[in-house]
T-cell receptor, first 109, second 111 residues
Framework: NAGVTQTPKFQVLKTGQSMTLQCAQD?????MYWYRQDPGMGLRLIYY???????DKGEVPNGYNVSRLNKREFSLRLESAAPSQTSVYFC????????FGDGTRLSIL | QKEVEQDPGPLSVPEGAIVSLNCTYS??????FMWYRQYSRKGPELLMY????GNKEDGRFTAQVDKSSKYISLFIRDSQPSDSATYLC???????????FGRGTSLIVHP
């Protein structure tokens, strides 16, 4: 049972490049989430999807887009990466409480 | 003031000590309380999950919720170096399934 799987685990981008972070869960959860975690800032919610076909903004959505491809998959896209988006990104799925993937470490130069 | 306050530490203790980790909160609507453990370069892992007030024990870990004081605690007995990690508290209300997280407390257990 893999739980929540994120790919890639590491990525380095140049400013202005685009990238999609992938997330898949095998727990049949309806809700999925994307967070970023920065030192001293804790986990901040970027976007979430309460169910297949719906997405909503979280606390820090600017510069990001999401797609809920099906019940299992929820992707996060950076259209034009900026150094301020250097962070560790976590995907989670939910059935009270949340279950997290191991993160994508993203550096933008 | 953040909705959930958590001392970032680091908290350094000797092996075998009893550890107390705490969070305070301001939203009286919170009903579900969670503790996550996060090892370096890994995702948060659910450790304890409680509903409303009271205590819950799981092995060396005890979660305590005092809703009247808006205060939750995680106790670790006989702490081990393998307990060294960041511990995040989280909580949700009955009306929202989106948790509010504390910023995490870094715990170091030295041999």
């Amino acid at each position: 049972n893999a739980g929540v799987t994120q790919t890639p685990k590491f990525q380095v981008l140049k400013t202005g490049q685009s990238m999609t972070l992938q997330c898949a869960q095998d727990m049949n959860h309806n809700s999925m989430y994307w967070y970023r975690q920065d030192p001293g800032m804790g986990l901040r919610l970027i976007y979430y999807s309460a169910s297949e076909g719906t997405t909503d903004k979280g606390e820090v959505p600017n510069g990001y887009n999401v797609s809920r491809l099906n019940k299992r998959e929820f992707s996060l896209r950076l259209e034009s990466a900026a150094p301020s988006q250097t962070s560790v990104y976590f995907c989670a799925s939910h059935s009270q409480p949340q279950h997290f993937g191991d993160g994508t470490r993203l550096s933008i130069l | 003031q953040k909705e959930v306050e958590q001392d970032p530490g680091p908290l350094s203790v000797p092996e075998g000590a009893i550890v107390s980790l705490n969070c305070t909160y301001s939203n009286s609507a919170f009903q579900y309380f969670m503790w996550y453990r996060q090892y370096s370069r890994k995702g948060p892992e659910l450790l304890m999950y409680t509903y409303s007030s009271g205590n819950k024990e799981d092995g060396r870990f005890t979660a305590q919720v005092d809703k009247s004081s808006k205060y939750i605690s995680l106790f670790i007995r006989d702490s081990q170096p393998s307990d060294s990690a960041t511990y995040l508290c989280a909580m949700t209300s009955g009306g929202s399934y989106i948790p509010t997280f504390g910023r995490g407390t870094s715990l170091i257990v030295h041999p």
